[in-house]
């Protein structure tokens, strides 16, 4: 009985000893797309999956407050430095939708 509970004692240190030491090495949480808003519009830049892993294409999700809409542009290069209106959706329509009404 002695040795099962110095075993699971030991245990017990060894779990925190590592879980200290883990803490230690965690970075902070930062999410690289980032939304911000301004004068009633709200803005989203993020990659896609396609263009591939070195060049992906970026999408930008544009939230018109006012006119309840949402807009989303694509941007295929950096270097073509051609924004393309992919689409856009009525919000009150596009969460009617998805609540199946």
């Known amino acids: 009985m002695r040795r099962a509970s110095t075993l699971l004692w030991f245990s017990c240190f060894a779990i925190i000893a590592v879980a200290l030491v883990e803490a230690g090495r965690a970075r902070p949480a930062f999410a690289e797309p980032g939304a911000s808003g301004v004068g009633g519009f709200t803005i989203l830049g993020a990659g ?3 263009g591939g892993e070195a ?23 950096a270097n073509d430095r051609r924004v393309q209106l992919r689409g856009g ?9 998805a609540r199946g009404g």
């Open 55 to 77: 060049r992906p294409y970026e999408i930008v999700v544009v939230v018109d407050n006012y006119a309840e809409m949402l807009f989303i542009y694509s941007i295929e290069t």
């Open 48 to 50: 896609t999956s396609e």
């Open 89 to 97: 959706q009525n919000l009150p329509a596009l969460f009617r939708t």
